[in-house]
C-alpha cells in the first residue's frame, strides 16, 4: 500500500485525511478528527473509513488512543484502536487491521533508524 495523500493538523478539533492506495490502484479514504493531542505524550482522535468517496457513509468508525513512552532510550508507541461501528461489508479489512498497523509501525521505526521502510 501507498499513501498519496496525508494531512494532518495535529491540535484538538484538527482534521486527518489520509488515501491509501492498493497494489490494484484501489484507494481507500480516511478522514478523522483529533480529539485530544498531548505532545510527546498522546494522541486521541476519530477516524472515518469509506470504501468509495468520502462523500459517502463511512463504512467503518474508530477511537484511537496512541500513547508515547520513554523508554531506555527508545519511544514504545502503544496503539489502540476501539471500533465504534462498521459496515457489514468492511469486515474484510477489519480482520487484516491489526496486521497492517503492525507493518506500518515496523516501516516507521526503520524509517526512524535511518533505513529505507520499503
Known sequence: FTTPVCRMDVRPGGAIRIDMQGPDGTLAPMTGVFQEVVPNR????TSYAFMGSPDEEPALETLATVIFAA????????????????DPAFIEALLGMEEG?????????TFLAGGDPA
Open 42 to 45: 498522546k494522541l486521541v482522535f
Open 101 to 109: 498497523m503492525r507493518q506500518s509501525l515496523d516501516k516507521l521505526g
Open 71 to 86: 523508554e531506555g532510550g527508545k519511544t514504545r508507541v502503544t496503539w489502540e484502536e476501539k471500533v465504534i461501528r462498521h
